[in-house]
């Protein structure tokens, strides 16, 4: 059974930096496609960036140059270093991973309804 944990979510000042994990099990990490998302009461889910099997990265346009994915196969963690935060970064931050696929869609791929999600972790940037 695919379980995630993710953690690192907090308040900070703009400009701050923060990282979040996202610990993985029941699945093979190593060969998956796995990402991030965000979300706050009334908008859309967002994709904020993505890592498959292969290292192919993808990162919204909002957060290209300050946020960085990464992976560390021997922890079965999933990360996003986040710098030079911003206000408009808070939300709700949701790791996905889709174990069916080890190549990862666009961020608007239908692929990603049916990925497994976390329980999400708060990410507040004040001005």
């Known amino acids: 059974q695919v379980h995630l944990v993710e953690s690192g979510g907090g308040s900070v000042q703009a400009g701050g930096s923060l990282r979040l994990s996202c610990a993985g099990s029941?699945?093979?990490?190593?060969?998956?496609?796995m990402g991030w998302f965000r979300k706050s009461p009334g908008k859309e889910r967002e994709g904020v960036a993505s890592v498959d099997y292969y290292g192919s990265l993808r990162y919204a346009d909002s957060v290209k140059g300050r946020f960085t994915i990464s992976k560390d196969i021997a922890k079965s963690t999933l990360y996003l270093q986040m710098n030079s935060l911003k206000p408009e970064d808070s939300d709700l931050y949701y790791c996905?991973?889709?174990?069916?696929?080890?190549?990862?869609?666009?961020?608007?791929?239908?692929?990603?309804?049916?990925?497994?999600w976390g329980q999400g972790t708060q990410v507040t940037v004040s001005a």
């Open positions: 996905a991973v889709d174990p069916r696929y080890s190549t990862c869609g666009t961020f608007g791929d239908s692929r990603w309804i049916s990925a497994y």
């Open positions: 029941g699945y093979d990490f190593r060969r998956t496609c």
